[in-house]
């Protein structure tokens, strides 16, 4: 297992300033210079990879949090909306992207995956699909109870329109079939 970078292994005050250089858009030179200024010793190498990891995190939260606005849209515009489907889509996207990350590195060569990430990895999955079929027969149960509350409707309002019973039950059948 590789060991933590130099990076990862400063002070806590330490590392939160890079965090903070970082996320100001400083350059390499300007952290690596910075974080020496305070006797860290780290190199530019070590800061750089640093940075690029860092970077590619914060992409893909950014990614994560405009997926998350445009779920949050949809569901202002729709409160009633299903919010277990938007869980499973969120979902969807971690499992995604952890499969990503146990792909090889940027040498080709194999990431080290552990058992545990893959158990949940899977356990993540199986919940999902679980999740989905209850999303499924929940939705079916409502859109019955509404077809049945349409044919009594359909009933009562054809009785007072002084429908026969046999054109009434005739409309029902039909309602209950959609």
């Known amino acids: 297992m590789a060991r933590p970078s130099s990076i990862a292994r400063l002070p806590p005050e330490l590392a939160a300033l890079c965090h903070r250089l970082i996320r100001e858009g400083k350059t390499i030179h300007e952290i690596t210079d910075k974080l020496n200024e305070l006797d860290a ?44 489907a938007l869980l499973a889509e969120m979902l969807k996207t971690v499992a995604f992207q952890a499969l990503a990350t146990m792909g090889p590195d940027e ?40 077809i049945e509350r349409a044919a009594k409707k359909a009933g009562e309002v054809g009785q007072r329109a002084g429908l026969s019973q046999s054109a009434i039950d005739e409309i029902q059948k039909e309602l209950r079939l959609l």
């Open 107 to 146: 040498t080709g060569a194999a990431k080290p995956t552990k058992p545990m990430d893959i158990m949940l990895l899977a356990k993540a999955i199986r919940d999902l699909e679980s999740t989905s079929k209850a999303n499924i027969e929940r939705r079916e149960k409502i859109e019955r109870a509404a």
């Open 41 to 84: 010793e780290v190199s530019k190498s070590a800061v750089g990879r640093y940075v690029k990891s860092a970077r590619e995190q914060m992409a893909q939260y950014q990614a994560a949090q405009a997926v998350a606005g445009q779920w949050v849209a949809a569901l202002g515009e729709n409160p009633t909306g299903d919010v277990g």
